[in-house]
Nanobody, 126 residues
């Protein structure tokens, strides 16, 4: 089991930016697709973005396309989520997760992920 630790959350005004990072405890995470999810109070956890193990394929939910960018540095065992033009509806706890294989074809399905971080709070004020 790999340990995933998110960082970079905080409070930001609408229109601002944040960069989330996810650090993995084991190098083997570099051969798996990785994803970011979020969960707002009273709502179900939803997929945000995912990236294949090489970084060659990235996936985004429609509401964040053009605003969020997922990236990875396999040499450092990290995955990042750059969030620009933030909106109040982006407020949630954000989680990174390791997918079950290197491709992430069903990246939107939380059941396909095998390890999760503890989450980092992102709050966007209007």
């Amino acid at each position: 089991q790999v340990q995933l630790v998110e960082s970079g959350g905080g409070l930001v005004q609408a229109g601002g930016s944040l960069r989330l990072s996810c650090a993995a405890s084991r190098r083997t995470v570099s051969i798996y697709a990785m994803g970011w999810f979020r969960q707002a109070p009273g709502k179900e956890r939803e997929s945000v973005a995912a990236i294949s193990w090489t970084g060659g394929n990235t996936y985004y939910r429609d509401s964040v396309k053009g605003r969020f960018t997922i990236s990875r540095d396999n040499a450092k065992n990290t995955v990042s989520l750059q969030m620009n033009s933030l909106k109040p509806e982006d407020t949630a706890v954000y989680y990174c997760a390791q997918y079950r294989d290197q491709y992430g074809n069903q990246w939107y399905d939380p059941a396909m992920y095998v390890d999760w971080g503890q989450g980092t709070q992102v709050t966007v004020s209007s």
